[in-house]
């Protein structure tokens, strides 16, 4: 094939290349107006407005630093009438809980109304972000209580022997290695760290009174570990009803005035721009896939002669 051939075939497919790209970006550009016109409440999460707030916490509760930052910035935002904490999780650090129990906290002192709905699972940490709300809704299944605190380490000292291993290890004090993984925990070490989990399970029970109006007394005949379905849970005073986000949406609605339908904009800590390109970016790649499909250029497929 003489070189002129081979240069008009190769323009042919930069030029069919270039087409394709730029009917992929034709189609992300079309596919996101269609979904603001499909979808005003899309449009509304980054042009502002009245609108309801929903932090999601999912799988193990840290301390989100960004998050944390976003409910701050929430409690101060004018526009915000409610916020709705939707949990699924087993629960986390208890670190990681104070600091969303204390911002969540900061939300209602600020005048918004707070609402807690419980999902699969809200135990531990994953209860003690829902105490600050107003009202806290469970399904009658949700998994949930499971007051208290738990260290957990592993000692393998005696394997060790059987391997002819020796580990040797140097510390400030006696305390310093408490626990650890190459010696058997001392009395004075098992003594202190107890003393640590007493006094961080005195702060769980204080959270769960002060936020239950609960005796002390009474909270501490709940929280030995039990985890409890959503229906024990309600009887013993630790939730306030059976439903999810629609019946949260309906009390909103009664007991504070925030319309049912006021549209709900989810807690995130990327900036409105940001999250306009990360979804124009999805619907872009979406339909590139899609055209690369139709090509069949997609890998396993035999391009077509």
Known sequence: ?????D???ERRRLKRRLSLWRGAFVLGVVALLALLAGRPEAAGEWLGGAHVGRLTLSGAIGEDRRLLRELDRAARDPELRALIVSINSPGGSVAGGEAFHAAIQRVREAGKPVVAVMGGTAASAGYMVALPAQRIFAREATLTGSIGVILQSFEVSELMARLGLRAETLASGPLKDQPSPFRPLTEEGRAALSAVIEDMQAQFVARVAAGRALPEARVRELADGRVMSGRQALAAGLVDAIGGEREARAWLAEA???????RVRELD??????????????????GAASLLRAEGWMPGQIHPR
């Open 7 to 9: 240069l008009l075939l």
């Open 269 to 286: 800590p990327r900036g409105p721009a940001e999250r306009a390109l990360s979804e124009a970016a999805r619907l872009f790649w979406q």
């Open 1 to 5: 094939m003489s070189l002129e051939a």
């Open 256 to 262: 504070h005035g925030v319309p049912a339908g006021l």
